[in-house]
C-alpha cells in the first residue's frame, strides 16, 4: 500500500525556519516525482515545489522562490521541504503527494491533479507572532 506521511509543521514566529519531511512506505521515492502543496484557510490548493524521479529537477512556485529548497533523501525514502523566512502568508495545511515517472528526466508539475497515486493527510505550519 503507498503511503506518505508529513511531519515538522508546528507553530513558528516570522523569519523563522522549519524542515517539513515527507516520509514515503510501500514505494520507493527514486520512482517517483514527489509534489508538495499548501491550503490555506479559505483558499485553494496551490504547488509549492515538486522534485522529478532523478533527484536533478526542482521547481518552485514563485510566491517561495529563494526560501523553500526541495531535497531528497533515498536512503530514508523520505522527500524534505526546507522553508526558510517564513510569513505569516505562508501559514496553510502542507501536503506531498506522489506520481510514478519512469522518465528519470521529466520535468516535475505543481499541478495538484498530476499526482494521482498518492496523498499525505498534511502537516500544519502556523506562522504567527
Known amino acids: 500500500q503507498l ?13 523563522g525556519s522549519l524542515r517539513l519531511s515527507c516520509e514515503a512506505s510501500g514505494f ?6 514527489i509534489g508538495w502543496f499548501r491550503q490555506a484557510p479559505g ?3 496551490e504547488g509549492v515545489s515538486c ?9 518552485y512556485a514563485d510566491a517561495v522562490k529563494g526560501r ?5 533523501d533515498s ?3 523520505t522527500v524534505y521541504l526546507q522553508i526558510t523566512s517564513l510569513k505569516p502568508e505562508d501559514t496553510a495545511m502542507y ?8 522518465l528519470l528526466f521529466r520535468v516535475c508539475t505543481l499541478t ?5 497515486d498518492v496523498w499525505g493527510a498534511g502537516t500544519l505550519v502556523t506562522v504567527s507572532s
Open 3 to 15: 503511503r506518505l506521511v508529513e511531519s515538522g509543521g508546528g507553530l513558528v514566529q516570522p523569519g
Open 28 to 33: 520507493i521515492t527514486d520512482d517517483y516525482a
Open 43 to 45: 483558499k485553494e490548493r
Open 51 to 59: 522534485i522529478n524521479s532523478s533527484g536533478l529537477g526542482k521547481i
Open 68 to 72: 523553500f529548497t526541495i531535497s531528497r
Open 75 to 77: 536512503a530514508k525514502n
Open 95 to 102: 501536503y506531498c503527494a506522489a506520481k510514478e515517472d519512469e
Open 112 to 116: 495538484d491533479n498530476y499526482y494521482t
